[in-house]
DNA sequence: ATAATAAGTTAGACATATCTAAAAATACAA
DNA sequence: TTGTATTTTTAGATATGTCTAACTTATTAT
């Protein structure tokens, strides 16, 4: 139920109501599994369900999914910063670690780290009570050519995509100049340093956070 | 099934074969799911099983249980020390995380705490083989009038047991001289300190590990 | 407006881990 | 040695979460 609720908060950032597919997909599990689970969710008032009707994460469910988020990147903090993991390995680790049932140890956690506001992917890790600070930061690849941008976050972290960053030497924090926007694809040639200059799809780029 | 390993080997540290009905009582578990999980483990090789004979726990199956030990008395340490919980706080948190699938992620921690050897509580914490380098205390409630020991390990530790010990202000590594023996129910008077003295039920003693 | 397609639901199967109740095997003791 | 008590096993139920196949409802496009 937890990750249920945790990819249903996920989904829905993206998108206010969710199609019982869509999340099928994202969770690799058929749909007749989500629907039977939806309605357990539903009964716990994490969401509301309607037959046929797409499915609405609660006030409720939003709390309760950013709890199981809160862990999930706390942790993923940790293995960071404590465990000195890449920030492309601590995914599968967190995955697990964010069920632990011990509020005493995300507590010690979160103070350890001197209280963190976001993960290594730049995520925004939500407060005890279940808030989320928003974040105003725009795509890379809605971004004109000649801007200078920090890198401040991922929008969507998969571990091949952290990969391709950390062998271009893309880092959080660092800062990019717009060089050239490919009208074809899309793709945007940017200036990483003095002399260093890469390229990246747009589909990177859509991933790619900045101010 | 690991929680089953790892039952199956704190009993036979005890007693080399198992009753299926201890087994039972131990997890908190009704007979025939020990019968149907013992018959799972035997065909993982880490159990003997012959219908109505003892459970003897194989050389596969003592290595697979030392590796989740090792999880649990890891994280154990890594609580008290990392995170400063106290000993009768660490384990219901460890019994969670013994069962996280990664193991880079233990292999940091051990590295981090340098590679204990023992957990808070003084029970020897595997090496990444399985092995376990024996300990050869002996009970408090073996030793004789006058000895003066050091408290090394504790035999089974409750959260009640170390809550008792915690309010009496013993810890590990404190030293204790033996002033009296009761006949009658064996409960010992114990010197603390320069002008401290206790005294400890024979169940007490029992389970404190002394050198 | 209706046919085709997509989305959602139901029914029934399977796997896991648990239970109770009852039967079978073993151990113990008079 | 035979009856009683204990231990173990089997049979069948329940709960959870998954699946496939078939059916129903909703959406879309001509």
Redesign the pocket.
């Known amino acids: 139920?937890e990750?249920?609720l945790k990819c249903i908060y996920n989904l829905y950032v993206q998108n206010d109501t969710?199609?019982?597919?869509?999340?099928?997909d994202y969770?690799?599990?058929?749909?007749?599994?989500?629907?039977?689970?939806?309605?357990?969710l539903a009964k716990n008032g994490w969401v509301k369900?309607?037959?046929?009707?797409?499915?609405k994460i609660t006030v409720s469910g939003k709390r309760r999914a950013a709890e199981i988020i809160r862990k999930h990147r706390l942790t993923e903090m940790f293995l960071c910063e404590m465990l000195e993991f890449r920030w492309d390995e601590v995914h599968h680790i967190a995955e697990q670690i964010e069920h632990i049932n011990a509020p005493e140890f995300f507590e010690r956690i979160d103070m350890l780290l001197g209280y963190p506001k976001s993960d290594p992917h730049g995520s925004p890790i939500p407060d005890k009570y279940g808030a989320i600070t928003a974040q105003a930061y725009k795509r890379l690849s809605d971004c004109a050519k000649g801007e200078l941008v920090t890198l401040k976050a991922l929008n969507r972290s998969d571990e091949s995509l952290l990969k391709l960053l950390t062998n271009k030497n893309i880092h959080l924090g660092c800062t990019l100049t717009v060089k050239e926007i490919e009208q074809y694809d899309g793709s945007i040639t940017l200036k990483l340093s003095d002399k260093v200059y890469i390229v990246l799809s747009k589909t990177v780029c859509d991933n790619l956070m900045v101010l």
Do not use: G, Q, R
């Open positions: 139920m990750n249920y969710i199609l019982l597919t869509d999340l099928a969770m690799n599990v058929k749909a007749p599994s989500v629907n039977s689970m939806i309605k357990k369900y309607e037959p046929y009707k797409p499915i």
